[in-house]
């Protein structure tokens, strides 16, 4: 049973921090590719960052280059999104999610997620 378990979000004034964590169970979790999502009312689901198997590659959506960091902790199943310099257009839902298909070129589709955490609210003003 594959379980992912977002923490960390919480409403927050523009220009400070945030981390979230994703939290990983029920299988292999280092031999595939992890990503973080978000979506804002009335908007689609955005991929914000997508990681490869071992981390190195990580792909970020532009809007969020140079603010965002992801990371991944294969010997803890966890994955986390360091937020800086919040905007009120960070303002989401953020997910994590697993593709069981790929390990490398992680895609940025939604559609290509099998798995999904619940999601944790990001609110910036």
């Known amino acids: 049973h594959v379980q992912l378990v977002e923490s960390g979000g919480e409403s927050v004034q523009a220009g400070g921090s945030l981390r979230l964590s994703c939290a990983v169970s029920?299988?292999?979790?280092?031999?595939?590719?992890m990503a973080w999502f978000r979506q804002a009312p009335g908007k689609g689901r955005e991929a914000v960052a997508r990681?490869?198997?071992?981390?190195?590659?990580?792909t970020y959506a532009n809007s969020v280059k140079g603010r965002f960091t992801a990371s991944r902790d294969n010997a803890k199943n966890t994955l986390d999104l360091q937020m800086n310099n919040l905007k009120p257009e960070d303002t989401a839902m953020y997910y994590c999610?697993?593709?069981?298909?790929?390990?490398?070129?992680?895609?940025?589709?939604?559609?290509?997620?099998?798995?999904w955490g619940q999601g944790t609210q990001v609110t910036v003003s």
């Open positions: 999610a697993a593709d069981l298909s790929r390990k490398w070129h992680c895609s940025p589709l939604q559609s290509d997620y099998d798995f």
């Open positions: 990681m490869s198997t071992d981390a190195y590659a990580t």
């Open positions: 029920g299988y292999i979790y280092s031999e595939y590719c």
